[in-house]
């Protein structure tokens, strides 16, 4: 069954259509572990399907979390972070331009207060950062031999994590909704715990240090702004 998925995947979706450099093997990868990440947040979905009550107007809040969707949060929890394909492409489905992730809940949420507690501004929330997701994580979490020795040893939530190596950074001016008050606020932007390069606010990042941003991205930042300002409450 893996073999005829595998092939029928490659037939409609070889990356080499895209270009012939690329390599089909490590787009495969992602691919299989893009549709495990899926399987899991859908089932996150279905669990509370069947479990909550039907007048229940929004999925639960997990832990002290911002946003009530169960799928995306057991993916932040899981893998510390959600894997999402880059250069997006609706007419071909291999991931041939490899897969990044990011801390949730970012600015792709709005603003239902049925579905979100506060403003990326109230949690103090004013930038955000996008990791490549290295291809040899992907290689090592696919052998059998991860899961004997490394995930035993450590547990799966903390062996499974996404490395943060390099990563793409922009600040944003999150403004509160009219509800809000600005009282026992701390408006300085703080990345996330644990995030790459925690005292730089904007550029790219490494463990060997940061880089500016280019032309290109101060772009998308103005893009992503104008997106943003019109969720806004």
């Known amino acids: 069954m893996r073999e005829g998925f595998r092939g029928a995947l490659r037939g409609m979706h070889r990356v080499e259509q895209v270009c012939p450099e690329f390599d089909q093997d490590s787009a495969d990868l992602r691919v299989r572990f893009h549709m495990a990440s899926l399987m899991l947040h859908e089932l996150a979905h279905a669990f509370v399907c069947a479990f909550a009550s039907k007048k229940v107007v929004h999925e639960p809040f997990m832990n002290d979390g911002r946003a009530a969707e169960v799928g995306r949060a057991l993916e932040q929890h899981l893998f510390g972070g959600i894997a999402s394909n880059t250069g997006w492409n609706p007419h071909h489905y291999g991931l041939p331009f490899g897969l990044h992730f990011y801390d949730w809940p970012n600015n792709e949420i709005g603003g239902d207060p049925r579905k979100v507690r506060t ?70 932007a703080m990345p996330p715990p644990g995030d790459l390069q925690p005292d730089v606010y904007e550029g790219i990042i490494s463990t060997n240090g940061v880089a500016p941003l280019p032309d290109a991205a101060h772009e998308l930042k103005a893009v992503t702004n104008e997106v943003a300002a019109k969720q806004k409450r």
């Not at 040899?136 to 799966?156: M, Q």
């Open 119 to 188: 403003s990326l501004a109230k949690a103090g929330v004013h930038t955000h950062t996008y990791y490549v997701l290295p291809m040899d994580h992907l290689v090592k979490i696919s052998k059998p031999t991860f899961w004997k020795e490394e995930a035993e040893r450590f547990g799966i939530t903390q062996s499974i994590k996404l490395p943060r190596l390099l990563g793409v950074r922009h600040e944003f001016k999150h403004e509160l909704w009219s509800c809000e008050s600005p009282s026992d606020m701390d408006y300085q």
